[in-house]
């Protein structure tokens, strides 16, 4: 009978008559291998040469199944086949990335002939490993409007990559409006970093203006991108319909007394400015918060009763003692404009762009960063003619100005090109020259208004500066023709600002309510109007007390 000798070595008679393959799996060595990621398997035999081998998979301990992998497909059902050249061959398993928790083990046998053959080879078992997804903050189920929510993202086996989020509605209707920050927040999603399988992105609620009621969502981590694979969900936050529609229709006082009355008011980028009639104040504390401002510096001589001041991105122009003085800390500190414009400057305004300058017989100087101005002609070569700039403001694309003759009114796109509008003038509105205009644009209702010094509670309004209607909706609200000395749009309304600290608020320029807050607020009644700005957060009012004292007061 043949005597085997060694591995493949048979001999018979004396004479070695043939010689047995051998088959072995070199790799792979690891025996835990992550989801999702390509075991690669190694194959040497002896006395093979070139030929087709076949793999199946077997389970070793839990439910090993087609599902655990993505390649090849149905790796366990059908396994494959292993192309064997010059007594070496490989193949490949991936780990299917699922969701499912599982513990699992398997081993690969390798067979000839087919894959229900002899086994002839048998690897290492093969552990796998879950990747797991976490929000582990925040814990916080309401928030407030305004609040900025932090969400901690916490991983196992995925080391360090990119997840990205995406906001999903529960309640009510969540769009990009409802976040400040990231922008587009809610149709465009986000990236978070993961690093040693740890990261975190927040997002900041949009304290607006609009009554919403309460609205809830939760953000979903994804794979790959914005639009692939959940692989986990955060917690529902509720959003409470916590701030307030800036109505006008309560105030409070931020600052004490002034010992002169109140002309002018602007917030820079970093601090509010009141400018009254001899002194320019300046506090950096927010109007907004709810604790009021004590603090006040000095900073310019006032503009007297004729005082004005403009905020470009980060550019503040106001007058100083009948100087155009530039900031670009925020008011902290002013400079002369060497070059101003060539005219009495009574009306300032800024597109967003451009500054524009109107004053005395129709001109109009255009300046990008207050200091180098272009005189324009485009004005007064209109109808409009050598009319003193009464009002100019800049609103729904446009600047609009107006005049001091039967109500003039003309508008531009860029300070430069004016196009005369007789629709004010012959709404009812202008039938008298005037004196004072208080004008305003509300960005929410798309809406300009007017009052007129000369027409005692009359107000024009129109949504493109051409069509105006006319009513005297003002007077009724107050009980008396009284004067408009500042007209100002929020967001959700309009505001008229009376002298003897009357008040009245409209949605639609010809309807209006009148309300008492300005008139009986805690530091006495306001008796003569100053001005009034909308700052995206706030309307603030820096008015005069007594006819010799002033100061300034948010809503809400």
């Given at each position: 009978m043949p005597l085997v000798i060694g591995p493949g070595i048979v001999v018979r008679g004396g004479i070695t008559v043939s010689s047995e393959p051998t088959y072995t799996f070199t790799a792979p060595a690891t025996s835990t291998v992550v989801e999702g990621n390509t075991i690669t398997y190694s194959i040497?035999?002896?006395?093979?040469g070139s030929a087709t081998l076949y793999f199946t998979i077997e389970a070793v301990s839990g439910t090993v199944n087609n599902a655990d992998f993505s390649s090849p497909v149905n790796a366990v059902s059908a396994g494959g086949a292993v192309s064997i050249t010059n007594n070496a061959g490989t193949f490949t398993l991936t780990l299917a990335d699922d969701l499912t928790s599982e513990t699992e083990s398997f081993l690969v046998r390798l067979r000839t002939g087919s894959t229900s053959g002899p086994i002839v080879a048998t690897s290492n078992t093969i552990t796998t490993a879950d990747i797991t997804y976490a929000f582990s903050a925040p814990a916080t189920a309401t928030v407030n409007e305004g609040s900025t929510i932090n969400y901690t993202v916490s991983t196992t086996n995925f080391g360090s990559g990119t997840l990205y989020?995406?906001?999903?509605?529960?309640?009510?209707?969540?769009?990009?409006?409802?976040?400040?920050?990231p922008a587009n927040a809610v149709s465009a999603g986000g990236e978070v970093t993961i690093t040693s399988n740890s990261g975190s992105?927040?997002?900041?609620?949009?304290n607006d203006v609009t009554t919403e009621g309460t609205e809830s969502y939760r953000v979903n981590l994804r794979k790959t991108s914005t639009s692939g694979t959940?692989?986990?969900t955060s917690n529902t936050t509720t959003i409470s319909d916590s701030s307030k529609p800036f109505d006008g229709g309560s105030?409070?006082?931020?600052?004490?007394?002034?010992?002169?009355?109140?002309?002018?008011?602007?917030?820079?980028?970093?601090?509010?400015?009141?400018?009254?009639?001899?002194?320019?104040?300046?506090?950096t504390v927010a109007p907004t918060t709810l604790t009021p401002i004590g603090t006040w510096s000095k900073v310019a001589n006032g503009g007297g009763q004729t005082a004005f001041s403009a905020q470009g991105d980060s550019v503040t122009l106001l007058q100083d003692g009948g100087n155009l003085k530039r900031s670009t800390d925020g008011g902290a500190t002013f400079t002369t404009v060497a070059s101003p414009p060539a005219f009495q400057i009574i009306q300032l305004a800024w597109s967003g762009s451009i500054f524009c300058a109107g004053g005395s017989n129709g001109n109009i100087a255009t300046s990008s960063d207050g200091i180098t101005w272009t005189l324009?002609?485009?004005?007064?070569?209109?109808?409009?003619?050598?009319?003193?700039?009464?009002?100019?403001?800049?609103?729904?694309?446009?600047?609009?100005?107006?005049?001091?003759?039967?109500?003039?009114?003309?508008?531009?796109?860029?300070?430069?090109?004016?196009?005369?509008?007789?629709?004010?003038?012959?709404?009812?509105f202008g039938n008298s020259p005037g004196s004072r205009y208080a004008l305003g644009y509300s960005t929410g209702l798309g809406l300009w208004a007017v009052g007129s010094g000369t027409n005692p509670g009359g107000v024009a309004y129109s949504s493109d500066g051409i069509t105006w209607?006319?009513?005297?909706?003002?007077?009724?609200?107050?009980?008396?023709?009284r004067t408009a000395l500042t007209m100002v749009g929020t967001s959700s309304h309009l505001l008229a600002f009376g002298d003897q600290g009357f008040l009245a608020r409209s949605t639609n320029g010809s309807t209006w309510t009148n309300l008492m807050g300005i008139r009986?607020?805690?530091?006495?009644?306001?008796?003569?109007?100053?001005?009034?700005?909308?700052?995206?957060?706030?309307?603030?009012?820096?008015?005069?007390?007594?006819?010799?004292?002033?100061?300034l007061l948010v809503s809400p």
């Amino acid at each position: 009978m043949p005597l085997v000798i060694g591995p493949g070595i048979v001999v018979r008679g004396g004479i070695t008559v043939s010689s047995e393959p051998t088959y072995t799996f070199t790799a792979p060595a690891t025996s835990t291998v992550v989801e999702g990621n390509t075991i690669t398997y190694s194959i040497t035999t002896t006395d093979v040469g070139s030929a087709t081998l076949y793999f199946t998979i077997e389970a070793v301990s839990g439910t090993v199944n087609n599902a655990d992998f993505s390649s090849p497909v149905n790796a366990v059902s059908a396994g494959g086949a292993v192309s064997i050249t010059n007594n070496a061959g490989t193949f490949t398993l991936t780990l299917a990335d699922d969701l499912t928790s599982e513990t699992e083990s398997f081993l690969v046998r390798l067979r000839t002939g087919s894959t229900s053959g002899p086994i002839v080879a048998t690897s290492n078992t093969i552990t796998t490993a879950d990747i797991t997804y976490a929000f582990s903050a925040p814990a916080t189920a309401t928030v407030n409007e305004g609040s900025t929510i932090n969400y901690t993202v916490s991983t196992t086996n995925f080391g360090s990559g990119t997840l990205y989020f995406t906001i999903e509605g529960v309640s009510g209707t969540i769009n990009n409006a409802d976040f400040s920050s990231p922008a587009n927040a809610v149709s465009a999603g986000g990236e978070v970093t993961i690093t040693s399988n740890s990261g975190s992105f927040s997002l900041t609620i949009s304290n607006d203006v609009t009554t919403e009621g309460t609205e809830s969502y939760r953000v979903n981590l994804r794979k790959t991108s914005t639009s692939g694979t959940i692989v986990a969900t955060s917690n529902t936050t509720t959003i409470s319909d916590s701030s307030k529609p800036f109505d006008g229709g309560s105030w409070r006082t931020t600052s004490n007394i002034f010992d002169e009355p109140g002309q002018t008011v602007v917030q820079t980028q970093n601090a509010v400015i009141v400018g009254g009639t001899f002194f320019y104040r300046r506090s950096t504390v927010a109007p907004t918060t709810l604790t009021p401002i004590g603090t006040w510096s000095k900073v310019a001589n006032g503009g007297g009763q004729t005082a004005f001041s403009a905020q470009g991105d980060s550019v503040t122009l106001l007058q100083d003692g009948g100087n155009l003085k530039r900031s670009t800390d925020g008011g902290a500190t002013f400079t002369t404009v060497a070059s101003p414009p060539a005219f009495q400057i009574i009306q300032l305004a800024w597109s967003g762009s451009i500054f524009c300058a109107g004053g005395s017989n129709g001109n109009i100087a255009t300046s990008s960063d207050g200091i180098t101005w272009t005189l324009r002609t485009g004005l007064k070569s209109t109808t409009f003619g050598t009319q003193t700039v009464l009002c100019l403001a800049f609103g729904g694309g446009q600047f609009l100005a107006i005049g001091n003759s039967s109500a003039g009114c003309a508008t531009s796109p860029d300070g430069i090109t004016w196009t005369y509008r007789a629709g004010l003038s012959t709404s009812g509105f202008g039938n008298s020259p005037g004196s004072r205009y208080a004008l305003g644009y509300s960005t929410g209702l798309g809406l300009w208004a007017v009052g007129s010094g000369t027409n005692p509670g009359g107000v024009a309004y129109s949504s493109d500066g051409i069509t105006w209607g006319y009513g005297t909706g003002l007077a009724t609200a107050w009980g008396l023709s009284r004067t408009a000395l500042t007209m100002v749009g929020t967001s959700s309304h309009l505001l008229a600002f009376g002298d003897q600290g009357f008040l009245a608020r409209s949605t639609n320029g010809s309807t209006w309510t009148n309300l008492m807050g300005i008139r009986n607020s805690s530091s006495g009644t306001f008796v003569s109007g100053g001005q009034a700005i909308f700052t995206g957060s706030a309307t603030l009012y820096a008015g005069n007390y007594g006819g010799s004292s002033g100061g300034l007061l948010v809503s809400p």
